[in-house]
């Protein structure tokens, strides 16, 4: 038994390093924009806001601050049923062009995000439509940087990086290494031409591809996943018009969770998305991945249990597990100017064996905590 656990978890382990060294060798693919950069198509920018009195101010200020042509910005927001300031606060900016939906829906539903999105798409004049969340902020040239690669690049959808920022804790600067290896992997597939998984809080499309998905079809009874499992629908038939925006200007910043049971009911919801894959190499890769996390709690457990013969393997299994992370988030780090965050990963490397075995269970059953409502 302890012969064929130290095998699975050898082998586990070196299809572990190979996945993640191609996935370095798909953001080492991925050209960082360059030349002039210049928008021409009408644009609308989407946020979905619920309760959010503290922090829409701050990111409506930065979007209507953009260097960015006022003829071809429309920026939307929708109030998904809040309970506070946050429509009020919309409307003191209407007098500068910013549009206010807000939803009242009578009916229990999962997916209030996707019907807040639609609604907008529904109405907006914008050829390309970005989405962003009402707790992001970004630097003046975001829009530009982000439209102008889109036309360049003449693709149908443009995923571009969302790092956290303004970190108050250790725990918030350990989820700041975690979310960036996150952003990372979903560059890398798009570099690789096997887009896995994106941000909708910096996620541009064409209105006419969204159309021609039929919208959220198929995947709007989950709360989540108006990101991740569109931009599945969109590489299904049009892998090689998809991107990612490989530069500094076209980051978005939004905060870390302040606390354990808010990053898990996170990682909860992002996790339920994977029900819905229908890519059958996604899912093979996520199990694969999952499982590796699993053999190797029950390897350390063993150790620690005293089986040596099992401890070796294990040390093995680790350090190559840490090597390989390293060499990937390293140019990450670099692209965000956090290499201090480096010093992080040893502590990462090991709570992700714990964390990626619960959240693959969890984010599977049951309902979790979003905005203060139960969904699934």
């Known amino acids: 038994m302890i012969q064929i656990l130290s095998y699975l978890l050898i082998s586990f382990a070196c299809v572990y390093g190979i996945l993640v060294l191609w996935m370095r060798r798909g953001w080492a693919?991925?050209?960082?924009p360059h030349g002039n950069l210049i928008p021409?198509?009408?644009?609308?920018?989407?946020?979905?806001?619920r309760n959010e009195e503290l922090n829409i101010r701050r990111t409506i200020e930065c979007i209507l601050n953009q260097a960015f042509p006022k003829d071809l910005l429309e920026l939307i927001i929708i109030d998904d049923h809040s309970d506070d300031n946050t429509s009020a606060i919309v409307k003191e900016f209407t007098e500068r062009g910013v549009k206010l939906i807000q939803l009242n829906e009578n009916g229990r539903m999962n997916s209030y995000k996707k019907l807040a999105i639609s609604r907008a798409i529904d109405c907006c004049k914008g050829e390309i439509v970005i989405t962003t969340d009402a707790d992001c902020r970004m630097g003046p040239n975001w829009l530009k940087t982000v439209i102008g690669?889109?036309?360049?690049e003449d693709v149908y959808l443009l995923s571009s990086p969302v790092l956290y920022s303004e970190e108050k804790s250790f725990f918030e600067r350990l989820q700041t290494l975690e979310f960036l290896y996150l952003i990372g992997l979903g560059a890398a597939g798009i570099g690789n031409r096997k887009p896995t998984t994106c941000n909708g809080a910096n996620l541009a499309y064409r209105k006419d591809i969204f159309r021609e998905m039929g919208g959220f079809k198929g995947i709007d009874e989950l709360a989540s996943g108006d990101d991740e499992l569109f931009l599945h629908k969109v590489a299904e038939k049009y892998p090689e018009r998809i991107a990612f925006c490989k530069s500094e200007d076209a980051i978005v910043y939004t905060d870390a969770k302040p606390?354990?049971?808010?990053?898990?009911?996170?990682?909860?919801?992002w996790a339920s998305k994977s029900t819905k894959y229908k890519n059958k190499g996604v899912i093979a890769l996520g199990i694969a991945?999952?499982?590796?996390?699993?053999?190797?709690?029950v390897g350390v457990a063993l150790a620690i249990a005293g089986i040596k013969t099992l401890g070796w393997v294990v040390f093995f299994a680790l350090l190559l597990k840490v090597v390989v992370e390293f060499l990937f988030i390293q140019p990450l780090t670099t692209f965000a100017r956090r290499t201090t965050l480096l010093w992080y990963l040893p502590i990462l490397s090991l709570a992700h064996i714990l964390y990626l075995t619960y959240i693959g269970i969890l984010g599977n059953i049951g309902k979790y905590d979003w905005k203060g409502r139960q969904v699934k």
Do not use: G, Y
């Open 289 to 297: 991945i999952w499982l590796f996390n699993v053999l190797l709690l």
């Open 40 to 49: 021409t198509k009408m644009v609308s920018v989407i946020i979905a806001a």
């Open 29 to 32: 693919q991925i050209q960082a």
């Open 149 to 152: 690669t889109f036309e360049k």
């Open 259 to 269: 606390d354990l049971r808010s990053f898990i009911s996170q990682r909860r919801r």
